[in-house]
């Protein structure tokens, strides 16, 4: 017998209450994210959990970062049922259950102020026109000892890439932080020391944009919370420490059309169908305007200028690792792997309004099935700005400022995330900047103070 | 009395076993009773309104089939019994013969739907399976149990060892929905389409991130409960026909 949409929402729900009560859970706690990509909670007790998933929670949502509005700041929570997870560090005396939810109005249509929301309708548009888009992210991360600011943080170790460091209180968390994300449903492909001392990646195995969005919500509190419980600091800030390279998000996108990957195509001698060379068109074509959403902090651009595994320059290549796009060659067999890597995300993005935007430009590129330029065979950081703008190579935005102003033309990035959200970031984002062009620098005072 | 019992799962919700119908009068006929058994129903006669309570298995009649063409009289005092009570069974189907369509005036409140005889096999078969849509009944959940893995439907819960797994709405329904049908190979797009229905527009991908993240919770000791079958889908637990067909578990 088919399940109708109905019978779906109220089995989800009944899931739920049955659960919460069998497992005695005590408390919980609803999920959602504000404009700027900071987890929000507020918790309920069971007693309430009925009325909660059938009519959503009322609250005010003046406070929140980007919820703001000028008649009205009341909004509903609304739980997605299908995000129930029991959580998995709760003290087993008093069991707690967590659900993402979804902003609406009061008449119940979807707030404009959450970035979820914005992910869904992108998501819709592309279900439209036949696509469902999978994401991949490497998500990169530092420990410290602790979050001090007043001096450098300092690393746990000084390890390298792929280094099995025995005793490394580092690599414990780190199994343990995976444990952990097993446990709440987000199945990771990889995880290492990265290049950079105490730096660590962890690979998450794809799955559905919304979904991930959620999950990195979910690692990111995973992994600060399992490092506060060691007495240590995790942080995903782009570009914490000076001279080794940053964190970043490298995120592997696919588009499934039917159940069958439409990057592929077994005719096309690399494998990549017109697609995918479309969808890559697109993402180069409006990369510099989505730059201050996939990289929103002034820290960000400190990552993508020291360069590493950062890319500077928008191009693609198949194994040119300073490219913004990358196509990684599948396994052979493995054409249902078929997929591209963007590699400007860092991990201090909202993930919501990131995956947005890519997936707006990609799709923007197949709508007009835009031709794609030739792949950057040489090392784009080897050659002058000359031979650069021969090849047709742009850079990325150099600062937080300059993103903000392709930003700000972009028609493509104002549709992706809606009038509100697009006008408030620009708004908070130009007052970041301005702030921070009025800072006196360690570098600053290193370089200047001793000579003049 | 003739005593038949359900051999294997089948019909709509996988997870759910069923009592055995009420079927009126003892012996049946024999046509009535090769239907029911063909269909895989399972079913118990009785001769008169007293059999049929004494006869009521623990957890109630699944429903009933009264046959009113040669026993009329018997037949209509049945459904009395059986309907003009503060529980009425439901549901009821009511085989009658073409020249008795009068005789079922004014007593509507007795069935829930009738057929005529002779039954046509198909459409007694879609008739019962409508009724029980209808009225819910017929569909009561129970212990789906494969070695380790214990799940009740009723409470949503689900164990391995008896350890509760802590598993979001999809994974559980998905497990149980294979854990219901031990030993058979499902493609994704039948994974798909009986486990997360008409409304889902991911493609069969999310059949695998969804497989992933059942192994997981289930963790390393039991993930290979659900195997792989090499460009064909997923299969839980043992093959039916005891061969290893496919390779180990990914």
Not at chain 1, 44 to 56: K, N, Y
Request: proline share 6%; net charge negative.
């Amino acid at each position: 017998m088919e399940k109708t949409s109905e019978d779906r929402l109220r089995d989800q729900r009944d899931y739920v209450l049955r659960t919460v009560e069998e497992r005695g859970v005590r408390l919980i706690r609803l999920w959602f994210t504000d404009v700027l990509g900071r987890h929000k909670s507020v918790a309920i007790s069971p007693a309430e959990l009925e009325t909660v998933l059938e009519e959503g929670l009322q609250f005010d949502g003046s406070a929140i970062d980007g919820f703001s509005r000028i008649q009205e700041s009341d909004v509903l929570a609304r739980p997605d049922a299908a995000t129930f997870e029991l959580l998995p560090w709760a003290d087993p005396d008093e069991p707690s259950g967590t659900i993402f939810c979804d902003i609406t109005n009061l008449d119940g249509t979807p707030f404009a102020g959450d970035p979820r929301q914005v992910l869904r309708r992108n998501v819709e548009r592309a279900r439209a026109a036949g696509f469902e888009m999978f994401c991949a992210p490497e998500v990169e991360f530092f420990y410290f000892a602790d979050s001090d600011t007043t001096s450098a943080p300092v690393p746990l170790d000084q390890a390298s890439y792929f280094d099995l460091t025995t005793a490394d209180v580092a690599s414990d968390l780190r199994k343990q932080t995976l444990h952990m994300l097993e446990a709440l449903s987000i199945p990771v492909e990889y995880s290492f020391h990265e290049d950079s001392p105490s730096q660590h990646e962890i690979d998450l195995q794809y799955t559905d944009a919304l979904a991930m969005a959620d999950s990195i919500m979910t690692l990111r509190l995973a992994v600060k919370k399992i490092a506060m419980d060691r007495g240590v600091y995790a942080t995903f800030m782009p570009k914490p420490l000076n001279g080794v390279q940053g964190s970043g998000m490298h995120t592997h996108l696919s588009l499934f059309r039917d159940g069958a990957n439409a990057f592929h195509d077994p005719d096309a001698e690399d494998g990549l169908s017109q697609t995918a060379r479309a969808f890559i068109a697109g993402l180069l074509h409006h990369a510099r305007e989505i730059t201050a959403v996939t990289n929103q902090l002034v820290n960000s651009y400190k990552r993508i200028n020291e360069g590493y595994e950062a890319p500077r320059y928008v191009s693609w290549a198949r194994n040119n690792r300073s490219a913004l796009v990358r196509v990684p060659i599948p396994k052979p067999g493995k054409v249902d792997s078929t997929r591209i890597e963007y590699r400007a995300v860092d991990p201090a993005c909202n993930p919501y309004l990131a995956f947005s935007v890519l997936l707006a430009a990609g799709l923007h590129g197949v709508e007009e099935d835009l031709e794609l330029g030739p792949e950057a065979r040489v090392n784009l950081y080897d050659l002058s700005r000359v031979e650069q703008r021969d090849l047709g190579v742009d850079g990325l935005p150099a600062n937080l400022s300059e993103a903000l102003d392709e930003m700000e033309e972009s028609t493509l990035v104002r549709d992706a995330l809606g009038d509100h959200i697009f006008e408030w970031f620009l708004r908070n984002k130009r007052a970041e900047w301005s702030e921070y062009q009025r800072q006196v620098t360690p570098f600053e005072l290193e370089t200047y103070l001793p000579n003049w | 009395m003739s005593w038949n019992v359900r051999a294997d799962w089948r019909g709509g919700d996988p997870a759910h076993t069923m009592d055995p119908l009420l079927v009126f009068p003892d012996p049946p006929p024999p046509e009535l009773a090769q239907c029911l058994d063909l269909d895989g129903w399972a079913w118990k006669s009785v001769a008169d309104p007293d059999a049929a309570m004494s006869e009521e298995p623990d957890e109630g009649w699944a429903g009933a089939i009264v046959v009113a063409d040669t026993d009329p009289e018997g037949a209509f005092a049945l459904c009395r019994r059986l309907r003009k009570v503060e529980m009425p069974l439901t549901p009821l189907l009511l085989l009658v013969g073409g020249g008795q369509l009068a005789d079922l005036e004014l007593r509507d409140d007795l069935f829930d739907d009738f057929c005529l005889t002779p039954v046509r096999p198909a459409e007694l078969q879609a008739r019962i399976e409508h009724l029980f849509y209808r009225t819910g009944r017929g569909t009561r959940p129970e212990l789906v149990e494969y070695g380790p893995l214990a799940l009740n439907p009723e409470t949503y819960q689900a164990a391995v060892d008896g350890e509760p797994l802590d598993l979001t709405y999809m994974e559980y329904e998905l497990l149980k929905f294979l854990a219901a049908h031990p030993g058979k190979v499902f493609t994704r797009e039948t994974l798909l389409s009986r486990v997360w229905g008409y409304d889902y527009y991911g493609g069969a991908r999310t059949v695998d991130v969804h497989i992933r993240r059942l192994r997981a919770k289930l963790g390393e000791e039991h993930a290979g409960l659900i195997h792989t079958v090499r460009s064909v889908g997923y299969r839980f637990g043992q093959s039916r026909w005891g061969v290893q067909a496919s390779g180990p578990a990914r």
